[in-house]
């Protein structure tokens, strides 16, 4: 039987280290900390004289720093770990930008902007897409060894993003030819990762709009539709599934990936990301394995196979339907 009170204080400590977290995060990165790391590792007393700070608190905000998970730690040394890089370019903020829309919302039900409209959507999608790269190889290294087994050679990847999921597959195998669908500003993202990777002669750059777009019919042996469905409107899912329909061959499948209600890992995530959907959007939301399957039937789909993709961020589902 649970201790209500041992629960109690789970919770209590865990908000506590969060909040504790994110402050000390901060304020390194305020003091300069953070970036004279970023020339190589050094002591807390070697810090605390290029910052002009006092070397014993310097110390323990290092430490509170490693165990958190942004430093390393070597005898007296400390290091940047690649977390720490990552939070030190564009996200650094944390998402403030949205959370402190958050009052607004409650009281008006009105998102921080609408990123369904191109105007406000594609410089946005083209900074998240250069960061999703990062954040989502893992996952998508685990989407394609499901993938490749059944031997695409011809792969439509629909809101491409940085082609992380796409790209993923096509790393395994020399023969597969990627269609990347995107806003113009947004390939250029994929296009780079594709240089990057060795992978620019197996990537074609598709710019506009998914759903509007003509694609060719009995044309494709998979198609990608990676954190898309949660944008839409059923209606929508079920509108861009048919089209998609269509593009493949017979025999061909879709692999839809999206945030999934289900692994206990990753609920919070989950949670706070359906809520960054509505600061970002006017109708996304997250949808469960039972909406997208029905999505997918009336898309003229096969009852599809579901996996769920446990790395992080452990929020991340794929179905996968044939035609």
Wanted: negative net charge.
């Amino acid at each position: 039987m649970s201790d209500p009170r041992l629960e109690a204080l789970e919770t209590y400590f865990r908000l506590m280290s969060m909040n504790g977290g994110v402050q000390v995060f901060r304020t390194a990165l305020n003091a300069g900390i953070l970036e004279a790391l970023g020339a190589g590792a050094a002591t807390s007393a070697e810090l605390a004289r290029r910052c002009g700070l006092h070397d014993g608190p310097t110390h323990l905000v290092l430490e509170a720093l490693a165990a958190v998970g942004l430093l390393r730690r070597t005898g007296a040394t400390f290091e940047l770990a690649p977390a720490a890089r990552f939070v030190m370019g564009p996200y650094r903020d944390l998402g403030d930008a949205y959370w402190t829309h958050l009052p607004k919302l409650l009281a008006t039900g009105e998102p921080l902007v609408s990123v369904e409209k191109v105007e406000q959507g594609e410089a946005f999608y083209q900074a998240q897409a250069a960061a999703l790269e990062w954040m989502l190889a893992p996952a998508a290294e685990a989407a394609s060894a499901i993938l490749a087994r059944r031997g695409p050679r011809q792969v439509l990847d629909v809101g491409a993003g940085s082609a992380v999921w796409s790209l993923a597959v096509a790393k395994r195998d020399s023969a597969v030819r990627v269609t990347a669908l995107d806003r113009p500003g947004v390939l250029q993202v994929a296009l780079a990762a594709a240089a990057r990777a060795g992978l620019s002669k197996q990537l074609i750059a598709l710019p506009g709009e998914f759903g509007t777009v003509e694609l060719m019919d009995d044309h494709f042996d998979l198609a990608i539709i990676a954190n898309v469905a949660h944008l839409l409107t059923p209606e929508g899912n079920v509108g861009l599934l048919r089209q998609i329909h269509r593009a493949l061959k017979p025999g061909g499948a879709v692999a839809v990936i999206d945030v999934v209600p289900g692994n206990p890992n990753g609920e919070l995530p989950r949670a706070l990301y359906a809520l960054g959907l509505a600061l970002r959007t006017t109708s996304g939301h997250t949808y469960s394995r039972e909406e997208l399957d029905r999505c997918l039937s009336e898309g003229g789909f096969d009852p599809g196979t579901w996996t769920a993709l446990d790395v992080v961020p452990h929020t991340l589902g794929m179905v996968v339907a044939s035609r």
